[in-house]
Nanobody, 111 residues
């Protein structure tokens, strides 16, 4: 069955960095269009980034600070997050719209 498992979240100070991982199984990862989506406390879902058939795409709120990448040999999606801000605090999910979503990993940016 399809599984998406995020990891790498945690508590980081403003200006710090984290790298999230999403381990995928149960579908052909190499041809999938993979997204990162986040949900801040008390807010709705916000799409963050896409890795698909072309160049990666980013939300304006993270452009220049976050980098999405993937290792198709390891069936793993990554999100490198630099220059983190308190407003980046959220649960981060990886998702393939057709295959499903992971359970999420919490990122908290606070001093």
């Amino acid at each position: 069955q399809v599984q998406l498992v995020e990891s790498g979240g945690g508590l980081v100070q403003p200006g710090g960095s984290l790298r999230l991982s999403c381990a995928a199984s149960g579908f052909i990862f190499s041809s999938s269009w993979m997204n990162w989506v986040r949900q801040a406390p008390g807010k709705g879902l916000e799409w963050v980034s896409l890795s698909g058939g072309g160049r990666p795409i980013y939300a304006d709120s993270v452009k220049g600070r976050f980098t999405i990448s993937r290792d198709n040999a390891k069936n793993t999606l990554y999100l490198q997050m630099n220059s983190l801000k308190p407003e980046d605090t959220a649960v981060y999910y990886c998702a393939d719209w057709a295959q499903g979503w992971g359970q999420g990993t919490q990122v908290t940016v606070s001093s």
